[in-house]
């Protein structure tokens, strides 16, 4: 990530801190299926140590703190105010940019949710984590797929996620280095009252940070008139989620890596 992209994505995640929980309904299901899976997958109950990548305001923290126990839990994100989160579980916080900052030696679960399509090349965090995970050391992570906000696309708004790929795209790049226990993907529409409502909504949950300038009041309104004329339904207007998780396991030496599922549901 250049400088200037990661300040601005920080910046937008920082103001959004304190409303963002309560507007991210997408992303606290992806968090919690993300961490049903590691337990779906046979994950052991414990580990030993785990970091978490973009922890934002603990959505996944949450989650792995309630359903897992760890000796040492160290958490990242580029917004300073996540400081909070690792108080309030007993977690390290290393603030910073996560392809930036050094890692934590061979940690036992890597985990990471809502974060990677931020990067502009996944796969390169996906293959440090694989990499810097202990022999038998597991990895879970979630971001969203290339359908994430087609209406956005669409209707031609700047600001998109720059790393958004398939599950499918996650596990070509840990095939062979990491066993893939699975890898799964879905359409979550949303139904929103008015466009207005959209961008409230993209705004609350910070994820409007790529995003330019600010708007005229005429490109807004284009933008509320081209959004309902395009995708109103009876209900009001969508907009569409599409989260991608996957869990991977690094081989233990003692052990050949089996060849696993491999494909994205
Ligand atoms: C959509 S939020 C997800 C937060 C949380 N993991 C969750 O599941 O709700 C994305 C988070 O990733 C953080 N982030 C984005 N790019 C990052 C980077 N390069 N390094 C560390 N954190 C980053 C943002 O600050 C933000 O808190």
Same mark, same amino acid.
């Given at each position: 990530?250049?400088?200037?992209?990661?300040?601005?994505?920080?910046?937008?995640?920082?103001?959004?801190?304190?409303?963002?929980?309560?507007?991210?309904?997408?992303?606290?299901?992806?968090?919690?299926?993300?961490?049903?899976?590691?337990?779906?997958?046979?994950?052991?109950?414990?580990?030993?140590?785990?970091?978490?990548?973009?922890?934002?305001?603990?959505?996944?923290?949450?989650?792995?703190?309630?359903?897992?126990?760890?000796?040492?839990?160290?958490?990242?994100?580029?917004?300073?105010?996540?400081?909070?989160?690792?108080?309030?579980?007993?977690?390290?916080?290393?603030?910073?940019?996560?392809?930036?900052?050094?890692?934590?030696?061979?940690?036992?679960?890597?985990?990471?949710?809502?974060?990677?399509?931020?990067?502009?090349?996944?796969?390169?965090?996906?293959?440090?984590?694989?990499?810097?995970?202990?022999?038998?050391?597991?990895?879970?992570?979630?971001?969203?797929?290339?359908?994430?906000?087609?209406? #956005?696309?669409?209707? %031609?708004?700047? /600001? !998109? =996620?720059?790393?958004?790929? +398939?599950?499918?795209?996650?596990?070509?790049? $840990?095939?062979?280095?990491?066993?893939?226990?699975?890898?799964?993907?879905?359409?979550?529409?949303?139904?929103?009252?008015?466009?207005?409502?959209?961008?409230?909504? #993209?705004?609350?949950? %910070?994820?409007? /940070? !790529? =995003?330019?300038?600010?708007? +005229?009041?005429?490109?807004?309104?284009?933008? $509320?008139?081209?959004?309902?004329?395009?995708?109103?339904?009876?209900?009001?207007?969508?907009?569409?989620?599409?989260?991608?998780?996957?869990?991977?396991?690094?081989?233990?030496?003692?052990?050949?890596?089996?060849?696993?599922?491999?494909?994205?549901?």
């Amino acid at each position: 990530m250049t400088a200037g992209m990661s300040d601005r994505v920080q910046r937008s995640f920082s103001r959004s801190f304190d409303t963002y929980a309560s507007h991210a309904n997408q992303q606290a299901w992806v968090a919690e299926r993300l961490s049903m899976a590691l337990r779906e997958c046979g994950a052991p109950h414990r580990f030993a140590s785990t970091f978490e990548i973009g922890c934002g305001t603990g959505l996944l923290t949450q989650q792995l703190y309630n359903h897992f126990r760890h000796g040492e839990l160290k958490i990242n994100d580029l917004a300073p105010e996540a400081q909070q989160i690792a108080d309030a579980y007993g977690a390290t916080f290393l603030q910073g940019d996560a392809t930036q900052i050094r890692w934590p030696d061979m940690p036992e679960l890597i985990a990471s949710a809502s974060m990677i399509q931020w990067l502009a090349n996944p796969a390169t965090m996906l293959r440090r984590a694989a990499d810097a995970l202990v022999p038998g050391g597991w990895l879970a992570v979630s971001g969203f797929g290339p359908r994430q906000y087609e209406e #956005l696309v669409q209707i %031609g708004t700047s /600001g !998109r =996620a720059p790393g958004l790929r +398939t599950a499918e795209d996650m596990a070509a790049v $840990l095939r062979g280095d990491l066993e893939i226990m699975t890898a799964g993907q879905c359409l979550r529409p949303m139904q929103f009252s008015s466009a207005r409502d959209v961008l409230v909504h #993209l705004r609350k949950t %910070g994820v409007n /940070g !790529r =995003a330019g300038k600010a708007w +005229t009041r005429s490109q807004l309104e284009n933008f $509320l008139d081209d959004y309902t004329r395009q995708f109103a339904n009876d209900a009001g207007v969508t907009l569409t989620y599409h989260p991608v998780w996957i869990i991977a396991r690094k081989p233990d030496c003692k052990q050949p890596m089996s060849a696993g599922p491999g494909g994205a549901s």
